[in-house]
């Protein structure tokens, strides 16, 4: 992952409600979905895998909810 990756990937807004989430870029949903369809996961394996490799590579991100990968997936 490169810098641009890495800064499009934070969460910089909120709703501003408290029931509501972040709001996530489109880049960041059609990330998670096209690893997702290569590997051919479930949402909580995504999320959880997405969480490892970035463990891995020393990078302070997390990833989407798997809730919110499947809402945003339409």
Avoid: P, Q
Avoid at 14 to 37: C, N, P, Q, W
Avoid at 50 to 59: D, E, G, K, R, W
Wanted: with cysteine.
């Amino acid at each position: 992952m490169d810098v641009a990756a890495i800064e499009v990937w934070h969460c910089l807004m909120h709703h501003g409600h408290r029931r509501y989430g972040f709001i996530f870029s489109d880049t960041k949903i059609e990330t998670a979905l096209m690893v997702k369809d290569i590997l051919k996961l479930l949402f909580c394996g995504l999320e959880g895998l997405l969480n490892s490799v970035f463990i891995l590579m020393n990078i302070s991100l997390k990833s989407l909810t798997d809730t919110c990968i499947n809402l945003r997936s339409a």
